[in-house]
């Protein structure tokens, strides 16, 4: 059973936009940092975007940069991508993670969300 669950997934045109969102699955769920990663068809899964809640550090896979924005809530221990201007190859399963024991070592994932940009 994932421990969390993403929504927000869906059919686009390049151009734009949408937000993904993550939340835990079950009560008491603690998070260090969260962030998400995407697969595209026939690819690798690869880190999207992430942020350290105490640090409040953020990063982004260069390709995303500028056009993808990650926020959340520590307290709630949810997550947010929002995703603009979009391209068809920012096609891909989007994933939810989460780390609960140390920072940037995700142990929890979510079963994906669907997302899917035509020319």
């Known amino acids: 059973q994932a421990q969390l669950v993403e929504s927000g997934g869906g059919f686009v045109t390049a151009g734009d936009s949408l937000r993904l969102s993550c939340v835990p699955s079950?009560?008491?769920?603690?998070?260090?940092?969260m962030g998400w990663f995407r697969q595209p068809p026939g690819g690798d899964r690869e880190f999207v975007a992430g942020?350290?809640?105490?640090?409040?550090?953020?990063d982004y896979t260069d390709s995303v940069k500028g056009r993808f924005t990650i926020s959340g809530d520590s307290a709630k221990n949810m997550t947010f991508l929002q995703m603009n201007s979009l391209k068809p190859e920012d096609t891909a399963v989007y994933y939810c993670?989460?780390?609960?024991?140390?920072?940037?070592?995700?142990?929890?994932w979510g079963q994906g969300t669907q997302v899917v940009v035509s020319s």
């Open positions: 993670a989460a780390a609960r024991d140390r920072p940037l070592m995700w142990d929890s």
């Open positions: 079950e009560t008491n769920f603690k998070t260090l940092s």
């Open positions: 942020i350290i809640w105490r640090a409040g550090m953020i």
